[in-house]
């Protein structure tokens, strides 16, 4: 698993896939806790119609093109730090 990448043992610090991994991870576990507290909510009556209507109105979109090709600019220039490894 040559490709695998970890925490630099003597800095400690992670690199810039790990980073973006970890903030992704992130964003995910906050968006499920956001729809389970929602849901649990909803189920217990503390979420009025209107509320209900507003979001369901407004949705936020999780990832837009716009992340996807910062992502990528992020990516293209990692890869062009890596030293040659032939």
Do not use: H
Not at 47 to 55: F, G, Y
């Amino acid at each position: 698993m040559a490709d695998v990448r970890s925490v630099d043992r003597q800095s400690g610090r992670l690199d810039a896939r790990d980073r973006l991994i970890v903030a992704l991870y992130a964003q995910l576990k906050a968006e499920r806790e956001t729809r389970e507290t929602l849901e649990w909510a909803i189920r217990n009556g503390a979420v009025s119609r209107e509320v209900l209507e507003a979001i369901a109105a407004d949705p936020v979109p999780v990832v837009t093109s716009e992340d996807i090709a910062s992502l990528e600019k992020i990516i293209a220039l990692d890869e062009r730090r890596k030293p040659n490894r032939n």
